[in-house]
């Protein structure tokens, strides 16, 4: 009798995982989509996102706040006629969905991966191509160890710090790691990125150049309040002299705070090809 409550037991285990690894297939490896009007769905893809289409207006799709690569789907309208969804990712692949309505079972996250991308790659025009090549070596110096450690500033339990610079196409790659352990969220209202000099003269105006960055993956909008993020801001390469330093500085929007710290020029002698 225990024997047979036992096998009983284990093929009910058995089952549930079965259909647990089938619901998991249909779900990250499918094309459809399933969402509702009540439910957002968020599509999180490898790469930033270039291009959204939606077949038709039944649905409503948009880019989550302050970052690149994750997609919110939702449904305009009930027991609409399914639709596609298609997009193109940085990295040059093609998504398609088809996309269906569902209130009582949509898709809440999923995880997309390149085995879900049309095996043939896009063709970008040059000046897409050149942002999505951008966003990729982004995405490569976030998956790089950190390797600066002395960069770094605290204001208003603000910090910042540089942990790692590099270098491809003329251009430099600056990843900023940034804390905030105040209990009061930072938005940020300006990043910048700017040369002066170490020493003002009495006699002399300071003079400051402004360094204007190409992008910023992700884009910085906002610090939450006890968190800590990376991101990677690209500028066109420059150099400093002895008597100039670089400024990086992050100002609050409608608010006092600011955090910011001087690079000289021993920083970009250890800057690293990426």
């Known amino acids: 009798m225990k024997n047979l409550k036992k096998i009983i037991l284990w093929s ?8 647990q690894a089938q619901e998991y297939n249909e779900n ?24 959204v289409d939606k077949g038709s207006e039944a649905i409503v799709v948009d880019k989550a706040k302050g970052v690149e690569n994750i997609l919110l789907v939702k449904a305009y309208e009930s027991d609409f006629v399914p639709t596609n969804l298609t997009i193109v990712t940085a990295d040059g692949n093609l998504y398609s ?6 209130e009582s079972s949509p898709n809440i996250n999923r995880v997309i991966t390149a085995e879900l991308a049309v095996k043939q790659q896009v063709v970008f025009s040059p000046e897409i191509e050149n942002k999505s090549k951008i966003a990729r070596n982004s995405n490569l110096c976030l998956l790089k160890t950190k390797f600066l450690k002395g960069f770094k500033s605290k204001e208003f339990n603000l910090r910042l710090q540089v942990t790692g610079i590099y270098i491809q196409d003329n251009l430099f790659y600056f990843r900023l790691h940034l804390i905030n352990d105040s209990m009061i969220d930072f938005e940020v209202d300006q990043l910048r990125f700017f040369i002066r000099d170490q020493k003002k003269s009495k006699r002399t105006a300071s003079q400051e150049l402004e360094i204007i960055p190409v992008g910023v993956f992700d884009s910085i909008t906002n610090v939450p309040h006890e968190s800590e993020l990376d991101r990677v801001v690209v500028t066109p390469k420059f150099t400093i002299s002895n008597k100039k330093y670089l400024i990086i500085q992050l100002l609050e929007k409608n608010g006092t705070r600011q955090v910011g710290l001087k690079l000289n020029r021993r920083a970009l002698t250890k800057i690293l090809p990426l």
Do not use: D, G, Q
């Open 12 to 19: 009910f285990v058995l089952l549930c995982t079965a259909i």
């Open 28 to 51: 990250f490896n499918s094309n459809e989509l399933r969402v509702a009007t009540n439910k957002t769905t968020s599509l999180v893809f490898p790469f930033a996102i270039v291009s």
């Open 97 to 102: 969905f088809i996309v269906n309505y569902s």
